[in-house]
């Protein structure tokens, strides 16, 4: 048997509908797979480098990260304590000006008790 450009073949027309829809459907299947596994390795590399990125990242630097939080809060406490201290300075400096006032008018009714007292007799 010969066979050529001009060979022949009967086939039947279900025979050929059937090996066509055969291969389309094994390229449909064959291209959902490759973009499935195309989709699966692109995850894997993002999760790698993720991971990878993670890692740089010691526990040394875990915890200076949480001594400076640590810091911060206390600073703010700081800045708020030295608030109220300067309200308390100020109260305290009124408070001494009225009292040495208050003194110095005691002493000087003081004097004139004295005065009157001595006067007197």
Known sequence: ????DNTSVAMPIKNMVAIIGGVIL?????SDLTTRLTSLETSRELMN???????????????QFLLLESLFSDVEKLQKTQEQNMTNKVNIEFTQTQLEKALD?????KDKVRANGNGAH
């Open 1 to 4: 048997m010969k066979i050529s």
């Open 26 to 30: 094994g390229v449909l299947a064959w």
């Open 49 to 63: 480098a993720d991971l990878l990125k993670k890692s740089e990242q010691t526990t040394t630097d875990q915890e």
């Open 105 to 109: 008018d005691i002493e000087t009714l």
